[in-house]
């Protein structure tokens, strides 16, 4: 993806907030297992750091299972745009470990834990057994029917930047994001901004006037910075930029 899915924009906020705001109506506690790289927004949520985080999922359901107050805990990735409280009801309803297959795949993160689990977590880390398919299997879980369950879209999410930007342009009628311009560029273009399709960052930036350097074969040119809402430079031009997002085009003298 080249940039945290946290962040990415759904519904007018953060992935990662509006992922939060479709749990809490519908369980008791929710809980965000985050590592010490990552800054969140705000959210209304207990924020847990996984210690491991090379490890992949397992470790990140070892952190929250840690924590929880719950018997059972549903899981989810933070890229769950199409998440919906009745999906996750009926998977909590099934009263213990749950899970549903689609395309031949188990769902192992739109998928139902026991806290009772947690120790068999721990011997599987232990043994380098980091599969959390594998844990339900362990738990002999339920095979949940996906015809059975309501808005089965609820386990699609995205891994590269076109099904990002896939799915957002379905899901806006014209999302548009935002270019500002200072120093060289602002004087070339003779504006101080524009509003852009979204799109990759190369794409977004490729709605500047040619007139402008800008890059470098297919590089980004030396002489400029490009910062992402005014939060972090990026250089990556395959990155992709949201609905609302803001790109920040300014000499790279600026930056020191």
Same mark, same amino acid.
């Given at each position: 993806?080249? %940039?945290?899915?946290?962040?990415?924009?759904? *519904?007018?906020?953060?992935? #990662?907030?509006?992922? =939060?705001? !479709? +749990?809490?109506? /519908?369980?008791?506690?929710?809980?965000?297992?985050s590592s010490t790289d990552?800054?969140?927004?705000?959210?209304?949520?207990?924020?847990?750091c996984d210690r491991e985080?090379?490890?992949?999922?397992?470790?990140?359901?070892?952190?929250?299972?840690?924590?929880?107050?719950?018997?059972?805990?549903?899981?989810?990735?933070?890229?769950?745009?199409?998440?919906?409280?009745?999906?996750? %009801?009926?998977?909590?309803?099934?009263?213990? *470990?749950?899970?549903?297959? #689609?395309?031949?795949? =188990?769902? !192992? +993160?739109?998928? /139902?834990?026991?806290?009772?689990?947690?120790?068999?977590?721990?011997?599987?880390?232990?043994?380098?057994?980091?599969?959390?398919?594998?844990?339900?299997?362990?738990?002999?879980?339920?095979?949940?029917?996906?015809?059975?369950?309501?808005?089965?879209?609820?386990?699609?999410?995205?891994?590269?930047?076109?099904?990002?930007?896939?799915?957002?342009?379905?899901?806006?009628?014209?999302?548009?994001?935002?270019?500002?311009?200072?120093?060289?560029?602002?004087?070339?273009?003779?504006?101080?901004?524009?509003?852009?399709?979204?799109?990759?960052?190369?794409?977004?930036?490729?709605?500047?006037?040619?007139?402008?350097?800008?890059?470098?074969?297919?590089?980004?040119?030396?002489?400029?910075?490009?910062?992402?809402?005014?939060?972090?430079?990026?250089?990556?031009?395959?990155?992709?930029?949201?609905?609302?997002?803001?790109?920040?085009?300014?000499?790279?003298?600026?930056?020191?």
């Amino acid at each position: 993806m080249g %940039r945290d899915k946290a962040w990415l924009p759904w *519904a007018g906020v953060p992935m #990662v907030s509006h992922v =939060v705001a !479709t +749990l809490t109506p /519908v369980v008791d506690e929710v809980i965000v297992v985050s590592s010490t790289d990552l800054d969140l927004p705000p959210l209304d949520a207990e924020i847990v750091c996984d210690r491991e985080p090379a490890l992949g999922p397992l470790s990140g359901i070892r952190e929250g299972l840690s924590v929880t107050r719950s018997d059972l805990a549903f899981v989810t990735a933070t890229d769950a745009p199409y998440l919906t409280p009745a999906f996750v %009801r009926s998977m909590l309803d099934h009263n213990g *470990a749950a899970a549903t297959i #689609v395309d031949g795949h =188990v769902q !192992t +993160l739109a998928a /139902v834990y026991p806290r009772s689990s947690l120790d068999l977590v721990e011997e599987m880390i232990a043994a380098g057994r980091l599969r959390p398919v594998e844990l339900l299997e362990k738990l002999h879980y339920q095979h949940v029917d996906s015809d059975e369950l309501p808005d089965i879209r609820s386990v699609e999410g995205f891994n590269t930047p076109a099904e990002y930007l896939d799915a957002a342009r379905r899901a806006s009628e014209q999302p548009m994001a935002e270019l500002e311009f200072f120093g060289r560029a602002r004087m070339q273009m003779g504006l101080r901004g524009m509003s852009v399709p979204i799109g990759t960052l190369c794409e977004v930036l490729g709605c500047m006037a040619p007139s402008v350097d800008l890059f470098d074969g297919d590089s980004i040119a030396k002489q400029y910075l490009i910062s992402l809402d005014g939060l972090d430079f990026v250089r990556n031009p395959a990155i992709p930029v949201g609905e609302g997002e803001r790109i920040i085009v300014l000499d790279s003298s600026v930056g020191g």
